[in-house]
């Protein structure tokens, strides 16, 4: 069931049960983080493999410091400057944090999310709630209520709607081994933006600990139909004569292809528009039935690195 009560949401999660919760970047499927049955529930639910640690969710740094053992200087700067919002942080976790959660790594990963509904949610809660993205494994992450309905409504007795993501990208994932700033996932917020408060970091695009974690694999996000990235999308054209082609850019028209196999993701070439419209994108794609799907990148820069990233992954062998 979809709805917009956050009581109903805060019941079925002190029962144990899973509930769907929006967020800033995309939909979580959230469980008591301290309750081994509901994190077992959560790797079922998403047909998620148990070496893919989860992130624990929380509505202030106070909580936060109770699941983790060390909250560095460089930590401390990012939480103030980026909480409530798209980071999550790996830090050493605290004794209260169960081996499912993070996979048996001495790691866990936390985050403040930015959005009233889940903030209130947490608040009433005596326990952080871990959430992974909303999505059975493999799949596009959610942004709205009705994707998470699609895919684990019947796994689940509620999906708390809070609108759509206002970002639409994963949160940023930033650690510290051996005291270095490192990145290990690209998301809502800009890896310009985190050096601007805490300088130079490291960009290591693999967990921590498994180079295989799902959210990491090189084909990921995948539409289901052969996907090409092209430096120049007019050109690359000729390429596929006789196919249906279904293209992919960030504000440029096609000439000579009708405009509903034509995806802008945001026609006035506004990268955080383009960050809300990818995942839907991705996700429609496929019913104008294209043979071929061809995509031009988006300027790397900014909220670019993480679209970029997704697009690639999408597009993987
Ligand atoms: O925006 C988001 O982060 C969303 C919303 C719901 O908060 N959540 C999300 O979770 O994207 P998920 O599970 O799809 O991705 C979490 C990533 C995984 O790739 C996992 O490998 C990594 O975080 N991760 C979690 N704990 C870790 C740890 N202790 N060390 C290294 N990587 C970790
Ligand atoms: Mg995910």
Known sequence: ????????????????????????????????????????????????????PLIV?????????????????????????FWPGSLTMILPRSEQIHDLVTSGLDTVAVRIPRHAFTLELLSKLD??????????????SPTTAAHVEQHLGHLIPYVLDGGACEVGVESTIVGFPDGVPTVYRKGGISV???????GNVVVR????????APGMLKKHYSPGIEMHIVE???????????????????????????EEQQ????????????ARNLFQTLRTLHEVQPDVILVELV???????????????????
């Open 1 to 52: 069931m979809i709805g917009k009560d956050i009581e109903i949401a805060q019941k079925y999660l002190q029962e144990g049960a899973l509930v769907g919760i929006p967020t800033e970047t995309v939909y979580g499927l959230a469980g008591n983080a301290l309750n081994p049955e509901a994190v077992a529930a959560i790797f079922k639910t998403k047909q998620r493999p148990s070496f893919d």
């Open 192 to 198: 310009e933006d985190i050096e601007a408060v805490i």
């Open 57 to 81: 969710h929380c509505d202030s740094i106070e909580k936060v410091k109770a699941y983790t053992s060390e909250f560095p200087e460089m930590a401390e700067q990012l939480a103030k400057t």
């Open 299 to 317: 300027p790397e820069k900014g909220l670019g690195l993480a679209i970029n990233d997704r697009l690639r992954r999408a597009a993987a062998k």
């Open 263 to 274: 995806f802008l993701l945001s026609p006035s070439g506004d990268l955080s528009e383009a």
């Open 127 to 140: 326990f952080p709630v871990a959430a992974p993205s909303a999505n059975p494994f493999g799949f596009v």
């Open 232 to 258: 120049d999308i007019q050109e690359a054209l000729v390429s596929f004569e006789g196919q249906k082609i279904a293209t992919v850019t960030l504000d440029k028209s096609v000439e000579d292809l009708p």
């Open 205 to 212: 695009e693999h967990s921590s600990s498994q180079p295989t």
